[in-house]
């Protein structure tokens, strides 16, 4: 039941970012891999810091199988994280248990200055090297999924030099500093574009954008900092690697994920927790849409799990879509209840409507 | 220029929410009257707890009128909190300075029976003091805006005890114990009406619903915890008070605001940060529309300012409209900042467009 071989004759995860409709959908979680499986806390207490994690590539590489060898995922995610990218532009990032991620914020134009691309694909060689060599242990059938943060989320940790309810240092600092800002956003978007095609080259056939914070922001501000930088991603890597689809993720957008769907124009388009489904698939166009089960639904599990599995199938029926959840898997959540998930998803809907 | 007087002759903040289209629009401001203010901070340091001040008043009366002295806003909102409804119930609040509200966190059914009307009355008769002394003390033409938070916001405090980013504790207690939730929910939707009805028979003109948490539910959730109760609460409302106008803010509700409007049938909207203005014009129906200035442009001021506030005015041109933020006016907001914002939300558009 939990065995990866079942998925060697399922469809890829990428089938319906090229436009097949695909029933069951494929599935994959956000944070897949992490602190609810006890095989990934008995490495990590075994590692040292969380940055040496993803600058390891047999530990990256373990600790990503990880899920996919209990689960036999469609897709499994390369353990990293998005602020390694600030990290190899000289922005220095350490994580403080539990805390969070701490940089040295960037205080005015000369610090943004100091930033540079040089040393960027140096830096992340481990990355890449943890793609390619997940790439090789993954059975052929699982997708490898590359990211990275989307420019303004990785400037607002920048700026504010930690986590934030509103970054609002990151944001006043932008608004009164349009011209730092605007080459801050530039040297970001040429980095992810880098980065996103280096891990494309390595092996990863389908990639994320994050924009975590795009939440904040209201609209003028989420035009030029999010649905502008993230349509020059786009249109970068489908010009270079017309065969990867992108999948964007503009979290807590709104009703402006209609406007960023259209203005990027990517395969994919995550919908966080909070997005009504049959409004998205309504408006948002001829995406593939992705999601967006609760977390705290996966928590939960059981009967409430499983309405509410239903009624994403149910909503989603006759569309293409990749089964996630609207925010990372929680460190609370029981690893049965993924099991329960993966297993319910991939059940034919005739079948677990009793029919 | 900063002289109260000038509102005399100035509609009244209820006659948007009544039909009418006021060119220009009246403006109040969400914390209009707090930290960012001189005078408040020097109350404050000579006061007691936070929660002294909402129970005193002659504080809370002086600390309302604050703004309306300097700047003349068209609604003067009664300084209270949210809070005070579960404080009446029997949940104990206290505010830790610089941490913010701690509860003890309602554990279990037992817990939740024991929260009883009884006392809400007399524990809230110094708020309804205060409304009727606020009331006496304000310029004729200043509207008085009462207000309480809505029961899914009032749960998520009592069921965490504190606040948080997710409130992940109380969303699954809500999933495992659907029955005591419930009866939660219900305690507080008739606490909410009692709440407001007490504020507007002691001389509150408008109120408005504090959904502030509604963002982190999932569609389901956000109908049952949110739409349907606030539809319970309008409805009892105007039942008993029709002459009162309801404006609701379900915060970060996104592609929801939609439904929610529809569902709940309030006289008011307010919109927070992230709404696209032009989407809400042309989707939420003939209902009053407020907000959405960036809190944060209001502390940078300057020309960032005046252009968000011109779209603001251009979008909203033509329609019934009260000017408000997206949330909270910042503690970091230079006092002068508001003076401009006001002069300008004031300025008749020809003017203002060079004609």
């Given at each position: 039941?939990?065995?990866?071989?079942?998925?060697?004759?399922?469809?890829?995860?990428?089938?319906?970012?090229?436009?097949?409709?695909?029933?069951?959908?494929?599935?994959?979680?956000?944070?897949?891999?992490?602190?609810?499986?006890?095989?990934?806390?008995?490495?990590?207490?075994?590692?040292?810091?969380?940055?040496?994690?993803?600058?390891?590539?047999?530990?990256?590489?373990?600790?990503?199988?990880?899920?996919?060898?209990?689960?036999?995922?469609?897709?499994?995610?390369?353990?990293?994280?998005?602020?390694?990218?600030?990290?190899?532009?000289?922005?220095?990032?350490?994580?403080?248990?539990?805390?969070?991620?701490?940089?040295?914020?960037?205080?005015?134009?000369?610090?943004?200055?100091?930033?540079?691309?040089?040393?960027?694909?140096?830096?992340?060689?481990?990355?890449?090297?943890?793609?390619?060599?997940?790439?090789?242990?993954?059975?052929?059938?699982?997708?490898?999924?590359?990211?990275?943060?989307?420019?303004?989320?990785?400037?607002?940790?920048?700026?504010?030099?930690?986590?934030?309810?509103?970054?609002?240092?990151?944001?006043?600092?932008?608004?009164?500093?349009?011209?730092?800002?605007?080459?801050?956003?530039d040297l970001l978007t040429e980095a992810v574009v880098a980065h996103l095609s280096a891990q494309i080259e390595a092996g990863a056939a389908v990639v994320q954008l994050f924009d975590s914070w795009a939440g904040v922001l209201p609209e003028p501000q989420f035009e030029a900092w999010c649905l502008r930088p993230a349509g020059r991603i786009v249109a970068a890597l489908k010009d270079a690697h017309p065969e990867v689809p992108v999948i964007v993720f503009p979290r807590g957008a709104g009703a402006k994920y209609a406007g960023y769907v259209l203005g990027v124009g990517p395969a994919g388009v995550s919908l966080d927790t909070s997005v009504p489904l049959a409004w998205a698939r309504d408006t948002l166009g001829d995406v593939c849409l992705q999601g967006n089960l609760d977390p705290a639904t996966l928590v939960v599990g059981g009967s409430t799990m499983r309405r509410e599995v239903g009624r994403i199938l149910a909503t989603m029926a006759g569309r293409r879509f990749i089964f996630n959840l609207g925010h990372g898997v929680l460190p609370e959540t029981d690893p049965d209840n993924v099991a329960e998930l993966i297993e319910m998803v991939r059940t034919p809907r005739a079948e677990a409507d009793g029919a």
């Amino acid at each position: 039941m939990r065995n990866p071989q079942m998925n060697q004759s399922r469809p890829s995860l990428v089938a319906p970012l090229h436009g097949q409709l695909c029933d069951p959908p494929p599935i994959w979680l956000m944070r897949q891999a992490g602190r609810y499986l006890p095989e990934y806390r008995a490495l990590r207490a075994r590692a040292g810091s969380f940055l040496e994690l993803c600058y390891t590539p047999d530990l990256a590489t373990e600790i990503t199988l990880q899920p996919v060898r209990r689960y036999g995922m469609d897709g499994a995610i390369v353990f990293s994280d998005i602020l390694v990218v600030p990290d190899a532009l000289g922005s220095e990032v350490s994580f403080v248990e539990g805390v969070g991620p701490k940089l040295t914020p960037l205080g005015d134009d000369a610090a943004v200055g100091q930033l540079s691309m040089a040393r960027l694909a140096e830096h992340l060689t481990p990355v890449y090297d943890a793609v390619r060599s997940i790439r090789a242990a993954l059975p052929v059938s699982t997708a490898l999924i590359g990211f990275a943060g989307a420019p303004w989320t990785l400037a607002a940790y920048m700026l504010e030099g930690e986590g934030s309810k509103e970054f609002l240092r990151a944001r006043t600092f932008a608004l009164r500093h349009p011209d730092t800002f605007g080459r801050l956003l530039d040297l970001l978007t040429e980095a992810v574009v880098a980065h996103l095609s280096a891990q494309i080259e390595a092996g990863a056939a389908v990639v994320q954008l994050f924009d975590s914070w795009a939440g904040v922001l209201p609209e003028p501000q989420f035009e030029a900092w999010c649905l502008r930088p993230a349509g020059r991603i786009v249109a970068a890597l489908k010009d270079a690697h017309p065969e990867v689809p992108v999948i964007v993720f503009p979290r807590g957008a709104g009703a402006k994920y209609a406007g960023y769907v259209l203005g990027v124009g990517p395969a994919g388009v995550s919908l966080d927790t909070s997005v009504p489904l049959a409004w998205a698939r309504d408006t948002l166009g001829d995406v593939c849409l992705q999601g967006n089960l609760d977390p705290a639904t996966l928590v939960v599990g059981g009967s409430t799990m499983r309405r509410e599995v239903g009624r994403i199938l149910a909503t989603m029926a006759g569309r293409r879509f990749i089964f996630n959840l609207g925010h990372g898997v929680l460190p609370e959540t029981d690893p049965d209840n993924v099991a329960e998930l993966i297993e319910m998803v991939r059940t034919p809907r005739a079948e677990a409507d009793g029919a």
